[in-house]
């Protein structure tokens, strides 16, 4: 691996977090500073976690970081969720990519485990 441009969670990560600022755009405008703002924060948290993690020197540290990246995710699964509830998310396929993305995370983290 050269960085974590080269990782495909990394770029799926990336891909969700474009699609979720697509999708918060249908939001109702009173919501910007609410519940947009946390999705869009912990899309974001996502690749930025793996992409620090893959930076640093051990793959101790990759680990940590990938799984606080994992903890990005379940707060915006709990939001999309949340927004589905609310009525303002009317296409739920959003919710596997994240689970798709849950499972490459959890790959990953199994592989650098054994690989220590």
Same mark, same amino acid.
Not at 32 to 54: D, F, K, L, T
Not at 107 to 116: D, V
């Given at each position: 691996?050269?960085?974590?441009?080269?990782?495909?969670?990394?770029?799926?990560?990336?891909?969700?977090?474009?699609?979720?600022?697509?999708?918060?755009?249908? %939001?109702?405008?009173k919501?910007?500073?609410?519940?947009?703002?946390?999705?869009?924060?912990?899309?974001?948290?996502?690749?930025?976690?793996?992409?620090? =993690?893959?930076?640093?020197?051990s793959?101790?540290? %990759?680990?940590q %970081?990938?799984?606080?990246?994992? =903890?990005?995710?379940?707060?915006?699964?709990?939001?999309?969720?949340?927004?589905?509830?609310? =009525? %303002?998310?009317?296409?739920?396929?959003?919710?596997?990519?994240?689970?798709?993305?849950?499972?490459?995370?959890l =790959?990953?983290?199994?592989?650098?485990?054994?690989?220590?």
């Open positions: 691996m050269k960085t974590h441009k080269d990782l495909d969670v990394w770029n799926r990560a990336m891909e969700l977090a474009e699609k979720t600022y697509a999708l918060t755009m249908d %939001f109702p405008q919501e910007q500073y609410g519940i947009v703002s946390q999705i869009r924060r912990s899309a974001i948290s996502i690749p930025s976690n793996i992409a620090e =993690g893959a930076a640093r020197h793959n101790k540290e %990759f680990i %970081f990938l799984y606080i990246a994992l =903890g990005s995710l379940a707060e915006l699964e709990t939001q999309m969720l949340l927004s589905q509830r609310l =009525g %303002f998310l009317k296409d739920g396929s959003i919710l596997l990519e994240l689970e798709d993305i849950r499972k490459m995370l =790959g990953l983290i199994r592989f650098l485990k054994h690989k220590t």
